[in-house]
């Protein structure tokens, strides 16, 4: 099967025309996105996720290297037939209707009238925006903007959908009304290519993800994969317990917190839980909840951050 994206030794180097230097944003990065699968590109600000896309999107040219989409060579135009894509920080004509921007979009890639109007309907009610398109866009949220922005990406029904930072800036209502229009067009086969560097949202929906860190890729694999399922740490929170009762057991906890009435332990490791919970009953206290932690994304990137900078 041909992958959504091959990316074969790609680098970019931007060079200032006033001071006639150079700077490498982007080091021979090699990368492989399988068709119908969520994509998570990872890296912190300024680690060449937005150019990597500008790249694959045909925006900006490579220094060297390549990129193919479905098999055809980004720099060949009919690479971006089977696109749709939403930038970082779109641009909409404020003054326009979200049903008049939309239709602006049907008009560029020249359907008709009832095409047209059949597309847009259908869209509306993917993004739910259904009952809002006659609003001026100055009128949107943010949330609304993203999800207009997401509509005038799928309006060709591409097969790869590219978003830059899809997430940034939402509130955790509007990240989930974006997760789930992603999560739906995973389940019409499509492929979904996105950068961010909200790790918790990659976790819950990506299939698998990239780490980029000052422009060299990091770590690529399947989450799966990824993360350690082996329990890392157990949070234990008790009630009716002093601190001067938890000097006890003080040095079987890495840690403790807090909270009014309520405590937080933390054990680091499993077989000393039932060391604890039999002390708990012993001192006639009351646990709360018992919540096992294991490895997550943000881990794994804090992990590869750290080696990244220091390499």
């Known amino acids: 099967m041909t992958s959504a994206i091959e990316i074969k030794g790609l680098s970019k180097t931007f060079r200032s025309e006033f001071l006639q230097k150079e700077k490498k944003v982007l080091s021979n990065l090699n990368l492989s996105v399988e068709s119908g699968t969520i994509f ?3 890296g912190p600000n300024g680690a060449g996720k937005t150019t990597t896309i500008k790249l694959l999107t045909g925006l900006i040219h490579p220094t060297s290297g390549t990129a193919f989409i479905f098999g055809k060579s980004i720099r060949e135009i009919v690479s971006r037939e089977k696109m749709g894509f939403l930038p970082e920080r779109p641009y909409f004509y404020e003054y326009l209707t979200g049903l008049e921007f939309l239709n602006f979009c049907g008009e560029l890639f020249g359907l008709s009238r009832s095409s047209r109007d059949k597309k847009i309907d259908e869209l509306l009610e993917l993004v739910d925006l259904k009952g809002s398109e006659k609003m001026q866009m100055r009128q949107y949220s943010k949330g609304m903007l993203q999800r207009i922005g997401l509509a005038q990406a799928l309006f060709n029904d591409p097969e790869l959908v590219i978003m830059d930072e899809p997430m940034s800036g939402l ?10 229009i992603i999560l739906h067009l995973k389940d019409e086969g499509k492929t979904v290519f996105f950068s961010t560097h909200i790790l918790s949202d990659a976790e819950l929906i990506c299939d698998e993800v990239a780490i980029l860190i000052g422009g060299t890729l990091r770590n690529q694999g399947k989450l799966e994969d990824f993360l350690n399922p082996k329990v890392k740490s157990i949070e234990v929170c008790l009630r009716g317990v002093s601190k001067e009762q938890l000097s006890q057991i003080k040095p079987m906890l890495s840690s403790m917190t807090f909270h009014d009435e309520r405590i937080l332990v933390c054990l680091d490791r499993e077989e000393r839980l039932e060391k604890l919970l039999a002390w708990v009953a012993q ?5 709360i909840s018992i919540t096992p932690r294991k490895e ?4 794994l990137f804090l992990e590869e951050y750290k080696v990244g900078v220091k390499a």
Do not use: I, S
Not at 174 to 180: P, Q
Not at 296 to 299: A, K, R
């Open 40 to 42: 998570g590109f990872l």
């Open 171 to 180: 509130d955790p209502v509007g990240r989930k009304e974006v997760r789930d």
């Open 283 to 287: 001192e006639k206290a009351q646990v």
């Open 296 to 299: 997550t994304l943000e881990d």
